[in-house]
T-cell receptor, first 111, second 111 residues
């Protein structure tokens, strides 16, 4: 079946850049989403990229997509303590049009 | 304001009891979803409904049941047949753009 993999934990210092990586197996994903989850809360959409794009930039966020390698990354510039959260990669399933969620990466920002 | 409301936020259950988690949305979305979140496992789909009076099993439907009698409401019942029900449960609805809107979650603990 479709699979999405992320590393479980990333620690950075405040002011540094964070890069969260994701690999997926469904080559027919049309949309690829990044969601953010703060402690004890639901998920909120952070950004997304269409499958026909290589890069999308939105303020401090940069999404890179390598379709050939099925690799997606989220870069957060000038990381702040308020960015501490779990980040989920979620490509859409080409077969079912549902989202397939990765395990989530816990980003810890050290002051 | 439009959104998704889950209740209760915290719930305790004795073994052998059924419990029902509420999910209500006023976003006029057709499709609604229930996910289960466990540490290190990401989000797993329990049930989803694309339209009123219709629903489908997700990846881990055993021990759960749902109903969709109204567009706004998609309650989830955790039955005594669910062997490991302690988890964080998230309800979501789908916007036409493909974005999922999530509730704040319900944390169920079995005593």
């Amino acid at each position: 079946g479709e699979d999405v993999e992320q590393s479980l934990f990333l620690s950075v210092r405040e002011g540094d850049s964070s890069v969260i990586n994701c690999t997926y197996t469904d080559s027919s994903s049309t949309y690829l989403y990044w969601y953010k989850q703060e402690p004890g809360a639901g998920l909120q959409l952070l950004t997304y990229i269409f499958s026909n794009m290589d890069m999308k930039q939105d303020q401090r966020l940069t999404v890179l997509l390598n379709k050939k390698d099925k690799h997606l990354s989220l870069r957060i510039a000038d990381t702040q303590t308020g960015d501490s959260a779990i980040y989920f990669c979620a490509p859409s399933s080409g077969a079912t049009n549902k989202l397939i969620f990765g395990t989530g990466t816990l980003l810890a920002v050290q002051p | 304001d439009g959104g998704i409301t889950q209740s209760p936020k915290y719930l305790f259950r004795k073994e052998g009891q059924n419990v029902t988690l509420s999910c209500e949305q006023n976003l006029n979305h057709d499709a609604m979803y229930w996910y289960r979140q466990d540490p290190g496992q990401g989000l797993r789909l329990i049930y989803y409904s694309q339209i009123v009076n219709d629903f489908q099993k997700g990846d881990i439907a055993e021990g759960y049941s749902v109903s969709r009698e109204k567009k706004e409401s998609f309650p989830l019942t955790v039955t005594s047949a669910q062997k490991n029900p302690t988890a964080f449960y998230l309800c979501a609805s789908l916007h036409g753009t493909g974005e999922l809107f999530f509730g704040e979650g319900s944390r169920l603990t079995v005593l």
